[in-house]
């Protein structure tokens, strides 16, 4: 008996091995897409280069806590998501008190407005908003709204993996995406009528 | 100007594009969506600005953020 056992442990070795490399291949398979989230989390590229570093050696060294068949990039997300929290960004706390008046239609209807409710028939209406107008009213939403809204409309997750990934309530996630969204929205409308 | 039965349909409009809805709140949505003009555009809208922010404010990984994202993975393997 004791003679079976480093053949069963190196059986076991090579078996976690083996895991940690498909582990680890799948991890950067999902390089781009987090790094497309990272993005729009913080403010620069520098900042999400590094955010992106960080989160792939924490996950290669934390990789026994995944749980496989569980959905990979969520997981990631969370540990970025942590990690960009942990990293000092100020303290902001969102206005949860403040009413959002505008409603949902508010930017269709500034412009229905100004051209007649006929140019939201045009196709391409929505690229009357500049580039530039879009990424810097994203940046400008306060945190907790950003995340939200950027992991559900850039990272395409669905309410219940932001809710996971943020280790928030998803009536939390939906206050703060139909909010953020609201933001968004007013901000864009002030370009896009000007 | 009042759009009684409009206000339910944009309360659902979100949800309806980001498929979260229940199927009855489905059903109400795209009844509504049927027989309305003004909240037709407007979802149209809302759908193709949802749209555009995504490919808008996607940026690609840069190069050589890969290759340290690999080297990571022997640092103590």
Redesign the interface.
């Known amino acids: 008996m004791g003679e079976e056992e480093p053949e069963l442990d190196g059986r076991r070795i090579a078996a976690e091995a083996r895991d940690?490399v498909r582990f680890?291949e799948e991890a950067?398979a999902l390089?781009?897409q987090v790094?497309?989230v990272a993005?729009?989390l913080v403010g620069t590229?520098e900042e999400a280069?590094d955010l992106?570093?960080d989160t792939?050696?924490r996950a290669?060294?934390s990789w026994r806590s995944y749980t496989p068949g569980t959905n990979l990039r969520a997981w990631l997300l969370r540990i970025l998501t942590n990690l960009n929290l942990d990293r000092g960004r100020k303290v902001q706390r969102t206005p949860d008190m403040q009413p959002i008046e505008e409603?949902?239609?508010y930017?269709?209807?500034k412009?229905?407005d100004s051209q007649g409710?006929q140019v939201?028939?045009q196709?391409r209406?929505?690229?009357k908003?500049s580039?530039d107008s879009?990424?810097t009213a994203?940046a400008a939403l306060p945190h907790d709204f950003r995340d939200t809204v950027v992991l559900?409309?850039?990272g395409?997750f669905?309410?219940a993996d932001a809710a996971e990934i943020l280790d928030i309530p998803i009536g939390t996630v939906?206050s703060r995406?139909?909010r953020g969204?609201r933001l968004?929205?007013q901000t864009l409308a002030e370009e896009a009528i000007s | 100007m009042s759009h009684g039965p409009c206000d339910a349909c944009e309360e659902l409009l979100q949800g309806y594009l980001d498929r979260e809805l229940t199927d009855g709140e489905v059903l109400q949505a795209e009844s509504h969506l049927d027989g309305c003009d003004y909240c037709r555009r407007r979802y149209r809208f809302e759908a193709s600005l949802r749209q555009y922010v995504q490919t808008t404010a996607v940026e690609r990984m840069p190069v050589g953020l890969m290759e340290k994202l690999t080297q990571l993975r022997s640092a103590d393997g």
């Open positions: 940690r680890e950067l390089a781009d790094y497309r993005r729009r590229r280069e992106v570093q792939y050696g290669f060294r409603g949902d239609y930017l269709a209807n412009m229905a409710e939201l028939d196709e209406v929505v690229e908003l580039q879009i990424v994203l559900v409309d850039i395409e669905s309410y939906m995406l139909h969204r968004l929205k």
